[in-house]
Structures are given as C-alpha cells and as structure tokens.
Nanobody
Framework: QVQLEESGGGLVQAGGSLRLSCAAS????????MAWFRQAPGKEREFVAR????????YSTDSVKGRFTISRDNAKNTVFLQMNSLKPEDTAVYYC?????????????????WGQGTQVTVSS
C-alpha cells in the first residue's frame, strides 16, 4: 500500500515562491505517475501538473502558465512542485496523487493514491 503526505504549504505574498513536497511511503512502482491537484473554496478540484518516473511532464497551461515546475527524486520517493510568481488565485489546498501512468492523466478518476493536502495561501 502506498501512502502520500504533502508538506511545504504556507502563507506567502504575491510574487513569492514556494516548494511543495510529496513523500511516498510503502511500496512504489516504476509505472506510477505522480501529479499535483488543487482545490480552492467553492471550486472543483483541478489538475496542476503530472510527472512519470521516467521524467515526462504534463502541465495545465490554463492554471499554471509556466510558473510551476514538477520534479521528482525517485531514490527518495519524493515529488516536488516548485511554484514561482505566485498569485492570490493560486490559493488552494494542494493534493499529491499517484496512479498507473496509463490511467493517471489529468483527471481525478485516474488516480488511486491521494495525500491529505497542504494549504497554500497567497496574499495580495
């Protein structure tokens, strides 16, 4: 069983940066893709970024627009989300998710492992 735990959230000013971490414990597999989703109050959970164990990345251009970078350290079973040029509209709970890369794309339904989330608040 794979367990995910996010960390690194907090309060930052607009234009600042933050790096989120997602630590995976338990058994992991090379065919597992990892992704970041976020959910703001009153809104649906949305896709942010995805990365395979081989390093192939996918971004939500509508929400991220090149400001975020996803990366991973497979040896440490950790995935990161570097967030730069943060905006107040980035305020949300950020979730780490994992699933088989064939099924786990940009939709929530493709992922079967989820973390508890970490709060990111961007002030004006």
């Amino acid at each position: 069983q794979v367990q995910l735990e996010e960390s690194g959230g907090g309060l930052v000013q607009a234009g600042g940066s933050l790096r989120l971490s997602c630590a995976a414990s338990g058994r992991t597999f090379s065919n597992t893709a990892m992704a970041w989703f976020r959910q703001a109050p009153g809104k649906e959970r949305e896709f942010v970024a995805r990365i395979t164990w081989s390093g192939v990345t996918t971004y939500s251009t509508d929400s991220v627009k090149g400001r975020f970078t996803i990366s991973r350290d497979n040896a440490k079973n950790t995935v990161f989300l570097q967030m730069n040029s943060l905006k107040p509209e980035d305020t949300a709970v950020y979730y780490c998710a994992g699933g088989n890369y064939v099924l786990a794309g940009t939709e929530e339904g493709g992922y079967n492992y989820w973390g508890q989330g970490t709060q990111v608040t961007v002030s004006s």
